[in-house]
């Protein structure tokens, strides 16, 4: 029987730890099948890390604990998860248990069928609108500008196979997005819809900040078509202002002064607005990148491990 190995990154989550510890194991322990849990704690400020400590002492047999020495969030968790699992079978999950541990069995059956990467789909999701809404859009983008075809990015309760995650873990990148990393070495993966529901203790760690500079790790990590982009809006509209200022020349020359009325004056400034609009989003994406290649250059430790247990 393969070996399941389960990481759940940490962080801040202290109401949510009792009933994920609650219905976990259960639903681990009649899998029937060897397994681990490595729990990330990322540099949570609250009692978390006693909690965990208290289940180490209890489940010495299968809990793992990896105490990072600061937040280095949620996906660099999962890295260093990555780095230590032992088993044949790796499935990333959340510890406010907005994804079921019991979907887990559904995904080991699809898994033992051949597929490499198990990805999800929440059904009827339970969020509120305006993140399901944003969510739709940034899929459906995301999917355009990186070529890959993931329908719910968002969804971490996946499964994948060690030889996938181990790629992961040995990657030198310091800014990373798992489940389409996972994708991109994917040979045979496979989409299964799992149910979600509200998180029920504590908040989002996520603020509208951080979702979004996440999406720009996503974006710029998997692709350069953003960039290329620019370069090719760039080429269109110093084309279409050549054959703007041609034909301006034209009027003048042809109808003499009287072709230029002022009434010209007002379109200018529309254009020359929408320019300095494009011109500081280009540069603002361009700068994105820029961004993260500088963090590449550093070369800071990814994250950085304080403590293990069990390890
Ligand atoms: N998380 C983490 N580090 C962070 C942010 C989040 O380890 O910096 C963990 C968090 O404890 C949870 C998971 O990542 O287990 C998903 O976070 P959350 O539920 O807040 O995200 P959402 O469901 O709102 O997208
Ligand atoms: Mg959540």
Do not use: W
Not at 110 to 136: L, N, Q, Y
Not at 144 to 160: E, N, P, S, V, W
């Amino acid at each position: 029987m393969k070996k399941l190995s389960v990481v759940i990154p940490v962080y801040n989550e202290s109401a949510s730890l009792p009933k994920l510890f609650e219905r976990t194991f259960p639903a681990l322990d009649k899998l029937n099948r060897p397994y681990e849990i490595i729990f990330v704690n990322d540099g949570s400020k609250d009692d978390s890390i006693k909690q965990l400590k208290e289940m180490y002492e209890k489940r010495k047999d299968v809990v793992k604990i990896i105490d990072f020495n600061g937040n280095f969030g949620q996906h660099m968790a999962i890295v260093a998860g990555f780095t230590k699992v032992t088993g044949d079978v790796v499935v990333t999950m959340d510890a406010d248990l907005q994804n079921p541990p019991e979907e887990i069995e559904k995904m080991l059956a699809e898994f033992d069928k051949g597929h490499d990467v198990v990805g999800t789909i929440r059904a009827k999701r339970d969020d509120p609108f305006f993140r399901k809404f944003a969510s739709k859009i940034v899929n459906i983008v995301t999917n355009k500008i990186t070529g890959l075809k993931i329908h719910d990015y968002g969804c971490m309760l996946r499964a994948y196979d060690r030889r996938i995650t181990d790629i992961i873990a040995q990657s030198e990148e310091a800014t990373t997005f798992i489940p389409a990393f996972a994708q991109k070495f994917a040979v045979n993966p496979i989409e299964i819809e799992i149910s979600h529901s509200k998180r029920m203790e504590g908040e989002s760690k996520y603020s509208f900040f951080r979702l979004v500079s996440l999406n720009f790790d996503l974006m710029t990590s998997f692709s350069l078509v953003p960039l290329q982009f620019i370069t090719i809006s760039g080429m269109v509209i110093s084309g279409l202002s050549f054959l703007l200022a041609s034909y301006l020349i034209a009027m003048r020359i042809i109808y003499g002064a009287s072709a230029d009325d002022t009434n010209g004056v007002f379109t200018l400034f529309a254009i020359l607005f929408f320019l300095i609009g494009f011109m500081i989003s280009a540069i603002g994406i361009t700068g994105e990148y820029i961004g993260r290649l500088f963090k590449e250059v550093r070369k800071r430790p990814k994250f950085v491990i304080k403590e293990e247990y069990g390890i």
